[in-house]
């Protein structure tokens, strides 16, 4: 599958605890995004990176979540001392140039916190 | 700021009959616009684009979105609509700094 590949997909955590989510991107794509989706709601942009780098976080909560896409390796999304709030779905996606080009979606993370 | 809306959270729709997802848009600029369908615990998927060019765009299984300027409108359109369409719709515009920003969806329902 040369898909965007998400894993774990469902991902139990209790409060406190940290959330580690990842994203491989597809073949020969160096741009990815993640997004939340709530229930009732539309996605929400997080963040965007690209290798090494941060191109726009302004989607992302200021404490506790962070985002890396390391030159090696999957990117991860990273949530410390979880709550209840932030079950959700997050969803990651790629694309090749990033030039308005169409993003290409795994299928998500759930994350349940009790 | 670019946005875009949705203004039906619900579809209903005969199989067989067509199918119209609404979309209006906000842009500074020229708009880049997408749809994208969700089925149950899936991912996104790609149906179609405008970037430039006819107004009407085709895409995947079937689907196709007219772009009207004078409207500020990107409505998807199906001219006979299948069980399987049944899902999750989204409308998404994109910025220069290439951030997608989606819509709150909708959801179709197709009646056997």
């Known amino acids: 599958n040369a898909g965007v590949m998400q894993n774990p997909r469902h991902l139990v955590r209790r409060r406190g605890q940290e959330a580690r989510l990842r994203c491989s991107p597809m073949k020969g794509h160096s741009h990815v995004y993640w997004y939340r989706q709530l229930p009732e709601e539309g996605l929400k942009f997080m963040v965007y990176?690209?290798?090494?780098?941060?191109?726009?976080e302004s989607g992302m909560p200021k404490e506790r979540f962070s985002a890396e896409f390391p030159k090696e390796g999957p990117s991860i999304l990273r949530i410390q001392q979880v709550v209840r709030g932030d079950s959700a779905a997050y969803f990651c996606a790629s694309s090749s140039t990033g030039n308005n080009q169409p993003q290409h979606f795994g299928d998500g993370t759930r994350l349940s916190i009790l | 700021a670019q946005s875009v809306a949705q203004p039906e959270d619900q579809v209903n729709v005969a199989e067989g009959n067509p199918l119209t997802v609404k979309c209006t848009y906000s842009v500074s600029g020229n708009p880049y616009l997408f749809w994208y369908v969700q089925y149950p615990n899936r991912g996104l998927q790609f149906l179609l684009k405008?970037?430039?060019?006819?107004?009407l765009v085709k895409g995947s299984y079937g689907f196709e979105a007219e772009f009207n300027k004078s409207q500020t409108s990107f409505h998807l359109k199906k001219p006979s609509a299948l069980v399987s369409d049944s899902a999750l719709y989204f409308c998404a515009v994109v910025d220069t700094g290439n951030q997608f920003y989606f819509g709150t969806g909708t959801s179709l329902t197709v009646i056997p």
């Open positions: 990176l690209q290798k090494e780098n941060i191109i726009d």
């Open positions: 405008y970037i430039t060019g006819d107004n």
